[in-house]
């Protein structure tokens, strides 16, 4: 069955991850991505050098594969006048322009929204940056790194008076690239009602503060900042984490804790603390926090995580597992909810990939082409523009492609 954006066509000129996977995710929708790359290729197909000197991580780049799935891949000169016209030439049958650009250098190329809107009034134009369109910074360079840096994400994990935490890397772009994708979905929206195009600004300190937007609301209304916890002193401690006997965490969730105290003090065996004065109201559990989750936690030492789960559970409790990233890999909710899925890889074979977010009843995402090799389409998409084998061949002397 055909995605939700079929039949749209999307240009996209993009490296490393929040614009790919931008075009990744329209692409799940059902698009035609089109990713125009210079000779040397989007840095990200060397990428995994970086990584295997960084955390000696091998093999497939899983990072390419994972930015760049279902695109085609034009290698393009923009630096000459043919290779500009060629650009002209997809634009005019574009429905969107996809950029993680700074916000000035698209505009530099002779490529701006200013420039292209004029041409195609009806296109979208997207640009994922790292800070926005207006402000002192708009034309600083980004990263994820600095992303996660700037928008509080780093002070907004890890306990009360560690150093900022080191997040893995990638989530600022993830969650900048579904953004910019959400954007783009709207404007296309919005097309089918006014008839026009405009530009799509997303970025990785917008969309960070939008992930943070709960965080980011108490400082902002209050003038007061929600502070860091400490595990061992939880102000809520049956809304915390614990270490089994096994050496696995769960996490054990309860917002109504006066509704839920009996429930988890009956699970863990542990009815004497029900009417103890130290733990018999919420306030009285945070104010002695420290030796509740102590108590809890000699508890939970005593079995299994699967076992103490199997227990809270049947008690009524709301638990999970606390998973690795190959526990996640490997959770059966995960496939059956085509939060991965498998894709027959012509070169390696079944492959276990990230699947969708979303999932649509009629028109649902899939996954259908791998990402595509340096120029792979380049010749098929020039054909579809209606340039001839003659003109190809000129190109080709000439360096356009």
Not at 37 to 53: L, Y
Not at 128 to 150: L, M, Q, V
Not at 293 to 314: H, M, P, Y
Not at 357 to 366: E, G
Request: overall charge negative; hydrophobic content about 40%.
């Amino acid at each position: 069955m055909a995605g939700p954006l079929d039949g749209i066509r999307v240009i996209e000129i993009s490296m490393f991850q929040q614009g790919p996977v931008a075009g990744v995710r329209l692409g799940d929708l059902g698009a035609d991505v089109i990713k125009i790359e210079p000779k040397a290729g989007d840095p990200g197909r060397g990428f995994m050098r970086i990584i295997g000197a960084m955390v000696g991580l091998t093999g497939h780049n899983y990072y390419f594969e994972h930015c760049n799935r279902n695109k085609r891949s034009i290698v393009l000169d923009l630096r000459k006048d043919q290779g500009m016209e060629v650009f002209f030439k997809l634009i005019d049958t574009a429905d969107v322009f996809l950029n993680n650009m700074s916000i000035q250098a698209p505009i530099r190329m002779g490529i701006g929204p200013e420039v292209l809107l004029a041409r195609n009034p009806r296109l979208i134009y997207a640009q994922a940056s790292g800070w926005g369109r207006k402000g002192p910074n708009a034309d600083d360079h980004a990263f994820d790194y600095t992303g996660i840096a700037r928008s509080g994400l780093m002070m907004s994990c890890g306990e009360k008076g560690a150093p900022p935490t080191q997040i893995l890397p990638g989530m600022g772009d993830e969650i900048g690239a579904l953004i910019c994708a959400w954007g783009v979905t709207a404007a296309l929206y919005a097309r089918e009602k006014t008839g026009r195009g405009q530009v799509v600004d997303t970025s990785l300190m917008g969309s960070l503060i939008s992930m943070l937007g709960l965080i980011m609301s108490a400082p902002a209304i209050t003038g007061k900042e929600f502070p860091r916890e400490i595990r061992a002193q939880a102000g809520n401690p049956i809304y915390n984490h614990y270490r089994c006997k096994d050496d696995r965490w769960l996490a054990i969730a309860h917002l109504q804790p006066d509704l839920y105290w009996p429930k988890v003090c009956k699970a863990l065996d542990l009815d004497n603390l029900m009417q103890d004065p130290r733990f018999a109201t919420l306030e009285a559990r945070s104010k002695n926090a420290r030796e509740l989750v102590s108590i809890l936690d000699e508890r939970f030492a005593t079995k299994t995580r699967d076992e103490w789960l199997g227990i809270l559970r049947e008690a009524g409790c709301i638990c999970t597992p606390v998973q690795t990233p190959l526990e996640v890999v490997n959770d059966p909710q995960a496939p059956a909810n085509n939060y991965f899925v498998h894709f027959n890889h012509p070169v390696n074979g079944e492959t276990r990939m990230v699947g969708f977010p979303w999932d649509f009843s009629d028109t649902p995402a899939s996954c259908r082409r791998p990402a595509p090799e340096l120029g792979e389409h380049t010749i098929e998409v020039l054909e579809e523009l209606g340039y001839t084998e003659t003109d190809i061949a000129r190109l080709r002397q000439e360096g356009v492609i």
